[in-house]
C-alpha cells in the first residue's frame, strides 16, 4: 500500500502523457509544436513520444522547453486514416499508435493522446486497455460550446459505436456525469437525454426505456435528470451532459461545426461587402477575435474515450499545435485528478442484475 | 379534359393557399399579419383562412391588401402543441388544422400552410390527403442554409418518422431529389446519404443497403449520386440533397439551428465588451443584417411534407409573420409549378418489384 501511494504522490507531481506522434493530418511537426505549446505552459507534463525516432529527436531538439522532458518509443509505422479498425488491430503493433496505447496499459503514462484514425484508435483501445467492469459500450465524450456558466455541456457518445440500447444510454449518463462533475467542476451535473421532442410519448422505444433507468438512477448517484433534450439543447443552458447513441452525436456535432464554420465564413463575407464594412471588420476584429476564442472548436479540442482501464484523449485529425495542445491540458487534466479511477468507481456502483442485462 | 385544363389554367393565374389561422404559438394576428405580408408582394395569391370566424373576420378587416382575398371558413376548435396525434386523428373534425387539409383534399386550395404541432399534421395530411402510390413513409424536408450557389440544401426526413429502411431511403433521395429540382431549379441534383463516415464500410446496415440502391437509380432519374456525406455537408457544397432518416434529421437541424443562435448571441456579446467594440458593431450593423438576412431560419420557415396527395408546407412553430411569410411563398411556388404532379410521377417511376418490397 505504502509503495502505491508513493507512486500515486508522484504521479500527481509529474504527470506523463502518451502522444502518438504519426496520428495527425499535419504530420509529427504539428504534433511535436502542440507538446512544447503544453510545456511552456504547465512544468508539471512531460511525454513519451511515439513514431519513427531520427524524425522525432530532430524536432524535439528544435524545442528547447522539451529538453529533457521528452521519451522517445520508436515506432516504424502509422495507422493512416483509410485503415480498417480491423486490420490494424490484427497487424498494427508496430505503429505509433499502438506503442502509444501500451505506454497507458504498462504504466509508463497515465493518458494517451492521438489525432489518428478515430475507429482504429477505439478498436486498440478497447483490446489493449478493456472495457472497465459493467461497460458494454465505451463512448467517446466531447465538450460542446453552450450558453451556459461552464462555457461546455458534455455530448456522448459521438461515434464510439452506432448503436447503443437502454441500458448502454444508461451507462453513458453515468460516465457523462462523471466526466462533467471531474472535468467542468459541476458537483450535481444535469443530464439530459436526446430526442425529436421533449414529450414523453415521443422517440424510439429503446429512448423510453433509457429514460426510466436514467431517472432510476439520479438519487443514487447524485444528478439531475431533466428528460428529454432536443438537438437546440446541446449548445443550450438547460442540461450540461446530453446523451444519445454515437450515430446521432456524430452527425450533431459535426452539423454543429459546420454550421458554425458556415456562419463564420458568411460573416467575413458580408464584411467584404464594401469599404464601409472592411473599415468596421477593421474595428471589430477585437470582438470577433474574442467570439473566436470562446467558440473554437480547436480549445475543446479533444473527444475523451469513456468506460476504459485508461484515458485516452482522441484529438482532431486536422489539429495543429493550438489543437494538439489543447489534447494536451484536457489529458494532463483527467490524469491530474485520475479520472478512469473515479468513473470506474461510478460505473461499478451499479447493482448487479442491471450490469448483467 | 376541356374543363380539367381550364381548371389548371385559372388555378395557375390564382394560386390559392389554404392557411391553418391557429396553428402557431403567436396566434392568429401573426398568421394573418404573414398573410398580408405575402398578398402585398403577390398579387397571384388568396386564401382560404381556417379559425373561428368572427376572431378571424376582425383581424382580416384589418389589412387592406387582404380585402377580396381571403375565404374564411370557420373551425371552432384548435389544435395544441401538447395534442397526441392519435387523439387528433380521432376527435380533431373542428380543428382549424383538419378544415386547412380538407380544402386541399376538395380541391379548393392547392396547398396547405400550418404552424401546428408537426406530428398531428403529418397524421391528418397522412390519413385525409393518403400517401403517393409506391410512398410507404412520407418526409419532412426542409431548405437548410448552405454555401452552394443555390443558398441552400434540402434535408429529408426531418422527424415525420423516427425510422426508416433502404426502401424509404431511397424514396427520400427520389422525392429530395424532385424538390431540389423543382423548388432550387437545379436540373441534376447532387445527392448525399448521411452517415458517420464517407467511407463505404463505416454505418448500419440499412445505409448500406440504401448506398446501393439510390446508386443504382441515379441514371434512370437524373441525378449525381456523391455517395456517404457527413454532418459537415449538410450546410456544404459538395451535395444538394441530404437524405437521412426523421430521428437524425430532426437533432441534425435543431443542434444546426441551436447552434447558429448560440454563435449569434455569442457575437452579440463580445460586441458589449468596451466602448470602441460597441462603436464596431454599430459600425457592423449592416454587414451583420445581411449575414442575419442569409441565415434567418425564418427566411426558409417552411418544412414540406412530400410523398402525400397534396403540399402540405409546415412552418415553424413560433413563426412571426416574416416566417409565415415565408413559409407562404414557398407554397405558392409549388403550386404554381404542380409540384405534388411531378412528385408523384417521379416515385411511381420505380420498378414495380421495388415498390412492393
Known amino acids: 500500500m505504502t509503495a502505491q501511494t508513493d507512486q500515486r504522490d508522484a504521479k500527481a507531481k509529474r504527470i506523463i502523457i502518451s502522444v502518438d506522434a504519426m496520428g495527425g493530418d499535419q504530420g509529427p511537426a504539428a ?6 505549446v503544453s510545456a511552456r505552459k504547465n512544468s508539471d507534463i512531460s511525454f513519451i513520444l511515439h513514431g519513427p525516432e531520427p524524425e522525432l529527436a530532430g524536432l524535439v531538439a528544435k524545442k528547447p522547453a522539451l529538453a529533457g522532458r521528452v521519451e522517445i518509443r520508436h515506432a ?4 493512416t486514416m483509410d485503415d480498417k479498425p480491423s486490420q490494424v488491430v490484427r497487424n498494427g503493433k508496430d505503429t505509433s499508435m499502438w506503442s502509444a496505447i501500451e505506454a497507458v496499459r504498462d504504466g509508463s503514462a497515465s493518458v494517451t ?12 483501445s478497447m483490446i489493449r486497455l478493456r472495457k472497465l467492469p459493467g461497460v458494454n459500450r465505451p463512448a ?6 453552450s450558453s451556459n456558466p461552464q462555457g461546455f455541456n458534455v455530448l456522448l457518445d459521438v461515434g464510439a459505436d452506432v448503436r447503443a440500447d437502454a441500458e448502454d ?6 460516465m457523462g456525469m462523471s466526466y462533467a462533475r471531474n472535468g467542468l467542476d459541476l458537483p450535481r451535473p444535469r443530464v439530459g437525454l436526446l430526442n425529436v421532442g421533449t414529450e414523453e410519448h415521443k422517440g424510439r422505444t429503446e429512448l423510453k426505456e433509457a429514460y426510466e433507468l436514467i431517472r432510476d438512477q439520479r438519487e443514487t448517484a447524485g444528478f439531475e435528470f431533466v428528460g428529454f433534450v432536443e438537438g437546440g439543447d446541446i449548445p443550450g443552458d438547460i442540461c450540461d451532459v446530453i446523451v444519445t447513441d454515437g450515430f446521432t452525436g456524430n452527425v450533431a456535432i459535426k452539423t454543429g461545426e459546420g454550421t458554425a464554420s458556415f456562419v463564420g465564413d458568411s460573416l467575413r463575407e458580408a464584411f467584404k461587402f464594401s469599404p464601409l464594412s472592411r473599415l468596421a471588420s477593421l ?4 470582438s470577433l477575435r474574442r467570439l473566436k476564442k470562446k467558440i473554437d472548436p480547436r480549445r475543446v479540442n479533444g473527444g475523451v474515450f469513456l468506460g476504459l482501464n485508461g484515458t485516452v484523449v482522441k484529438s482532431h485529425g486536422s489539429a495543429d499545435a493550438t489543437g494538439v495542445s489543447a489534447a494536451i491540458k484536457l489529458a494532463a487534466q483527467l490524469a491530474d485528478i485520475q479520472f478512469t479511477d473515479k468513473l470506474a468507481a461510478r460505473v461499478a456502483a451499479l447493482p448487479a442484475e442491471e450490469k448483467d442485462e
Open 31 to 36: 504534433i511535436v509544436a502542440g507538446c512544447d
Open 76 to 79: 516504424g509505422e502509422a495507422v
Open 113 to 124: 493522446v492521438s489525432c489518428g484514425n478515430t475507429g482504429a484508435l477505439m478498436a486498440l
Open 140 to 145: 467517446i465524450a466531447v465538450l460542446y460550446p
Open 169 to 174: 444510454l444508461l451507462r453513458f449518463a453515468l
Open 283 to 286: 474595428l471589430a476584429y477585437p
